[in-house]
């Protein structure tokens, strides 16, 4: 069974510290995403990577990191959490659109909660 | 601006009943997908159903459909004969490629659909 998974499904924090999300992918998908997901304002995306040691902002990159030194690894890092950093996450994997047919589809993990204090 | 649009925050429908989610999209690319994913209360994101730009019939996937209007830009997705299994949260999302030619989604806020008896 091909499988998205994240290491915490909670944590509580405090303010001001570092914080890490870590998610493994077994699919060996080139492309994987940090999506950060609030009431009322749907999935936005933090980051992603469509290789190894590359990544790229996506719609709110502001006072998150991320970290991609092996291909089924993508580490989401908040160096110094803040209140406003309170929501849910979401890490998605995808292959490259046309490959074998492929549509792009996003594979997600579970999610990680995570409060800051 | 937005690129995902979806009006209704919640729908109600009965047991039984079909139930239409809009979903309207902004693109200047004449290739792209559009998705519906399913979020029930335990938090997983479950894919649904694709269509994709240049597909000519709607897409169906059991009691989903997508219909798809291109000159409207709208994709909404039907749900016939709801279960009470259906009350969830539902996600429409558009692929689209960035400048650095990796294809990322882009999601709307949701529709919180509830199945009563």
Redo the contacts between chains.
């Keep these: 069974d091909v499988k998205v998974t994240q290491s915490s499904r909670y944590l509580v924090k405090r303010t001001g510290e570092k914080v890490f999300l870590e998610c493994v992918q077994d699919m060996d998908h080139e492309?994987m995403?940090w999506?950060r997901q609030d009431p009322?304002?749907?999935?936005?995306?933090i980051y992603?990577s469509?290789d190894v040691k590359m990544k790229?902002k996506?719609d709110i990159p502001e006072g998150y990191s991320v970290s991609r030194e092996k291909k089924e690894r993508f580490s989401l890092i908040l160096e110094s959490a803040s209140t406003n950093q309170t929501s849910?996450y979401?890490c998605?994997s995808?292959t490259?659109?046309g490959d074998t047919g492929d549509?792009?589809?996003?594979?997600?993990g579970?999610?990680s909660?995570l409060t800051v204090l | 601006a937005q690129k995902?649009t979806?009006t209704q925050?919640g729908m109600f429908v009965q047991e039984k009943e079909a139930v239409t989610l809009d979903c309207t999209y902004d693109t200047s690319d004449q290739s792209y997908?559009l998705?519906w994913y399913k979020q029930p209360s335990s938090?997983?994101?479950i894919?649904l159903i694709?269509q994709?730009s240049y597909d000519e019939q709607n897409a169906t996937e059991g009691r989903y459909s997508l219909n798809f209007q291109k000159a409207r830009k709208s994709a909404n997705l039907v749900i016939s004969a709801s279960q009470l299994g259906d009350s969830a949260m539902y996600?429409c999302?558009m692929?689209e490629?960035?400048g650095?030619n990796?294809?990322?989604?882009?999601?709307?806020?949701?529709t919180r659909l509830q199945v009563f008896p």
């Design positions: 492309n995403f999506y009322g304002l749907g999935l936005r995306l992603f469509y790229e996506g849910m979401l998605a995808s490259w659109f549509t792009g589809e996003l594979f997600f579970e999610g909660r | 995902i979806q925050p997908g998705f938090g997983e994101m894919f694709y994709g996600f999302a692929r490629r960035d650095y990796t294809d990322k989604l882009i999601f709307g806020t949701g």
